[in-house]
């Protein structure tokens, strides 16, 4: 298995202690400062990207949404804040310490310049943007009125109208009937009380009363004068029932015109107040959003300013910050799964080449007893070696 390493960075001691001691008390300060701003920035990054991720994969399933959410967060709050802070401690030593020395330190930091500057702009821009979209996207859009409450009463006003003005209509009706059937009724009798006398001349006529023709045609002209005016009487009734079924039905429409009107009103009122509650929230969800803009944008600025002044604070008392190479152990981990891979391996290993009939591999052949370093030796060999020097000790005697 491979050795692991890892570096350790290590300050060396002040040489300057005219500045070390002046900027001592606060240096911490700033450090813990610029930390606490990355985290917030961190903070608004991770909210942006959640909810980029949450309106594009809306369509998903909540579990993979979530998952690849909480993925992409981690990688960009990572990316921008973790790797960002060690780019700007490179770029501020580079050029507090003088590095620049030939056109190789200046290529590579011109690179380390430029990818530091598109993480900076892209952190502001995530975490600025990121928060003020927090607090606007909370407030409801679309919020409508509900008319369903005044739409149920105006039916039932409406419907109360029609029984209303149905009523009316009947009494109406009712009315004109009695008014024509006894003015029917009086023209009627008197046509027939004509009639009658018509008769009773008519038969004085045939008797040879001459006289009574002249009576005779009286009456006839009285009852055609009595049918005229029955037949003008009826139409006049019948207009007059005109003229009100007209004015009731225009009241009617009137009465219901009304309680439309009274809807439309009430519905256009509702719908004002709700306008105006949601400009409300919007205008206060814009106040905070872009209060707090301000406040994150300021955080990652000063985080920028926090980082470089460690660095200026470094130069300024003579601390260099030194990197090691020290041996890591591997992770218990790395270890299991190393181990884990190496059985399977001899296992199914000895058994394909018992069935090929190979020799077995000494490298993978299991280990009876204790592993002895190769530098030590074992029984076997000790006792080798023993004999070896018992023979030369003869050899030599003789």
């Known amino acids: 298995m491979s050795k692991q390493f890892k570096l350790k960075a290590k300050e060396t001691e002040a040489t300057n202690s005219?500045?070390?001691?002046?900027?001592?008390?606060?240096?911490?300060?700033?450090?813990?400062?610029?930390?606490?701003?990355?985290?917030?920035?961190?903070?608004?990054?991770?909210?942006?990207?959640?909810?980029?991720?949450?309106?594009?994969?809306?369509?998903a399933s909540k579990f993979l949404s979530i998952v690849v959410s909480i993925f992409a967060m981690l990688l960009v709050v990572a990316l921008l804040e973790l790797g960002g802070r060690k780019f700007l401690q490179v770029l501020t030593r580079a050029l507090v310490w003088k590095r620049l020395k030939n056109a190789w330190y200046i290529g590579l930091f011109s690179i380390v310049m430029l990818i530091t500057i598109g993480m900076g702009v892209l952190s502001f821009r995530l975490s600025t943007n990121g928060i003020n979209h927090a607090f606007v996207s909370n407030?409801?859009?679309?919020?409508?009125?509900?008319?369903?409450?005044?739409?149920?009463?105006?039916?039932?006003?409406?419907?109360?109208?029609?029984?209303?003005?149905?009523?009316?209509?009947?009494?109406?009706?009712?009315?004109?009937?009695e008014v024509v059937s006894s003015t029917t009724a009086d023209f009627d009798a008197r046509i027939n009380s004509a009639n009658q006398k018509v008769n009773s001349y008519d038969k004085k006529v045939s008797q040879g009363l001459k006289w009574a023709k002249s009576q005779g045609d009286?009456?006839?002209?009285?009852?055609?004068?009595?049918?005229?005016?029955?037949?003008a009487a009826i139409l006049g009734l019948?207009?007059?029932?005109?003229?009100?079924?007209?004015?009731w039905q225009s009241k009617k429409d009137k009465a219901v015109a009304a309680e439309k009107t009274t809807l439309k009103s009430a519905v256009a009122k509702g719908e004002l107040s709700v306008s105006k509650v949601q400009d409300s929230k919007f205008k206060n969800a814009t106040f905070w959003g872009g209060l707090f803009s301000f406040f994150v944008g300021f955080s990652v600025i000063l985080a920028f300013v926090c980082i470089i002044s460690v660095e200026v604070y470094r130069r300024g008392a003579g601390i260099e910050v030194e990197y090691e190479e020290e041996e890591e152990?591997?992770?218990?981990?790395?270890?299991?799964?190393?181990?884990?891979?190496?059985?399977?391996?001899?296992?199914?290993?000895?058994?394909?080449?018992?069935?090929?009939?190979?020799?077995?591999?000494?490298?993978?052949?299991?280990?009876?007893?204790?592993?002895?370093?190769?530098?030590?030796?074992?029984?076997e060999t000790a006792g080798d070696e023993t004999a070896a020097l018992r023979d030369r000790h003869v050899h030599d005697v003789t």
Do not use: C
């Open 18 to 59: 005219d500045f070390y001691n002046l900027f001592r008390p606060i240096a911490p300060s700033i450090d813990v400062i610029g930390k606490v701003a990355q985290v917030i920035s961190g903070l608004t990054e991770a909210i942006t990207i959640w909810y980029i991720t949450q309106s594009e994969m809306a369509g």
């Open 329 to 379: 152990n591997a992770p218990m981990l790395l270890l299991f799964w190393k181990g884990l891979t190496g059985r399977v391996d001899a296992f199914f290993r000895s058994r394909v080449e018992r069935f090929a009939q190979v020799p077995p591999s000494r490298n993978v052949a299991p280990r009876i007893g204790f592993d002895y370093p190769s530098a030590l030796p074992t029984n």
């Open 139 to 177: 407030v409801p859009v679309g919020t409508t009125f509900d008319d369903s409450a005044l739409k149920s009463e105006y039916r039932s006003s409406v419907k109360d109208i029609h029984a209303r003005f149905n009523n009316d209509l009947q009494i109406i009706k009712e009315n004109q009937k």
């Open 218 to 231: 009286k009456y006839r002209k009285k009852v055609n004068t009595l049918e005229t005016e029955k037949a």
């Open 238 to 247: 019948q207009t007059t029932y005109s003229k009100k079924l007209d004015k």
